[in-house]
Each structure stands twice: as C-alpha cells, then as structure tokens.
C-alpha cells in the first residue's frame, strides 16, 4: 500500500508542479515514448546483460515483495518461538531418539504442521532441521554450530540481496542513459540548425526530456523500490537470527522456556511478543 501511495505523491508533485508553473505536457507527451524506448530498453538490457535468468526471475519476484511488504508478522514471531520451545524441549525431555522423527520428515511431522506459512519457507524447515541434526551427531559445540548457522544466514541473506542491488545498479545508470538519450535528441537537432527558432525550441524541450526521464526514473521510482526492498529483506533476515539464538542458547544448556526467551529478545520491536502473550502462545501450543 505504502510503496503505491509514494509513487501517486511522485508522480502528482512532479507533474503537478509542471502545470501548475505553466508547463505544457504537448512536448513531454510527445516526446515521452521515444525517450522512454530508448532510456527504459537501454537499462532493461544493460539489466540482462549483468544477470543470468536466475537472477531476472529475482527481480521481479523482489519488486513483488515491495508491493507485498515483509513476509513475517507478529504472529508468525510467535509461531517460530512456539516450533522452536517444542522442539527443544522434546530433545531436552526425550531425547535424540523421540526429534529424529519430526526432523528426518518434517512434512508428517505433527509439530511442523502446526505451523503450515513457516512449513512453506523451505529455508526455515531446512534449516531448523538441519541444525538439530547436526547436535544429533554430537556436535554440541555452542560456538561451532553458531559459526555454522552464521554461515548459512550470510549465504542466504547475499541471495536474497541480489534483486536489491540490481536494482540499484539500474538506478544508478538511468540518469546516464537519460543524458544519453538528450544528447541524441540535440544532434538530432543540429541536423536541422537550418529550422526557424520555434522548430528547433521544440526539438531542443523534446531532447530535454530524456535528461529528465533518466533522473526522474532514477531517484523517484527505481532508486526507492531497491531502496525498499533492502529494507524489506532485512527485516525478514531477522527471522532466522532467532532460529540461531534460540538453538544456540539450548545448546548452553539453557531450560526451553529460557532459551525462546532468549529469542523474543531478538525479535524487531514493532513484531515483539510481550512475555505474557508468549506465554499463551507456547501454552496453546503444548495443548494442541
């Protein structure tokens, strides 16, 4: 919603402001496709030139994520909190033997299924079940499995910051390819040196207009959705930080109860569970 709202106060204020300075949108209409093909097609294919198809699928999945907002809500903090108290308290009261179950098929497992959205996210499955198999072959080394799960987080993390920085990358060449654009625009123009003033005033504004599609495409659209979606991403990083904390505070030898208290304490304010509503949360969570 927020990312729709700014592009309607961009687009209003800047053209906005045209008219009401006495501008003419005649030459701006006119001459607005030409430019835009030739500035708009020459980032598209500078943008496929600089990825493969992996990473183009990437981005247009990441501009839906602007438009979308971050994945994980205040209830999906609770949830996570909730797997990881039941997990770990099973492997505390039952051992190995009575998690290999939940972990080697988390699809039948009774306790991922409580949670269908995080089941979704083969990453946090992954990488839930991936650590704790890991402590069932004896690696009960805190520091070595939060080197371990550090690793994977920044793997995942530059991933997924992929579609950002293209984006930026393509914000950044705009204005370039706009002054491009003008500067084809006045050759154009000198070709005709020979026109009377009114003519060449009119192709001299319609070249202009590339310099300022470039920029405005630039710093009023492109530039804040990458802008956004690094935010967006960052927020959904802190997800999996708890996941690290929480195992990592089990594996210190901390009671379940302290070791997802330890992650709420990782949890953004904004989504923060009080301690008495996790304490309803992990409660209807036993009973279930």
Known sequence: MFPIIGLVVVFGMVFGGFMLAGGHFEVLIEAAPMEFMMIGGAALGALIISNDMHGLKSV???????MAGP?????????????????????????????????????????????????????????????????????????QVEDAMEKQI??????????????????D????????????GIVKTMGAINEPPE????????????????????????????SRLNSVIEHDAQFYKIIRDVLVAHLHGNAAQVSVEIGRGSVPSTMQPS??????????AVEA
């Open 60 to 66: 247009g999945g990441g501009v839906s994520k602007v």
């Open 71 to 143: 994945k994980w809500g205040k209830k999906d903090y609770s949830d996570l909190l909730a797997l990881l108290f039941q997990l770990t308290k099973l492997m505390k009261t039952k051992g190995i033997v009575a998690l290999e179950a939940h972990i080697e098929k988390p699809s039948e497992s009774a306790i991922f299924q409580k949670y269908p959205k995080l089941c979704k996210d083969h990453f946090v499955v992954d990488f839930i079940c991936d650590t704790l198999r890991m402590m069932t072959m004896n690696l009960d080394d805190p520091h």
């Open 173 to 184: 060449g705009l204005p370039a390819l706009g002054i491009v654009a003008a500067v084809l």
């Open 275 to 284: 301690f008495a509503q996790l304490e309803e949360s992990l409660a209807a």
């Open 199 to 226: 003519i060449l005033g009119l192709m001299i504004g319609k070249a202009l207009v590339g310099t300022f599609l470039g920029v405005f495409l630039a710093y009023g659209i492109v530039g804040p959705i990458a």
């Open 154 to 171: 920044e793997k995942h993390h530059h991933e997924s910051l992929h579609p950002a920085h293209a984006l930026q990358g393509m914000a």
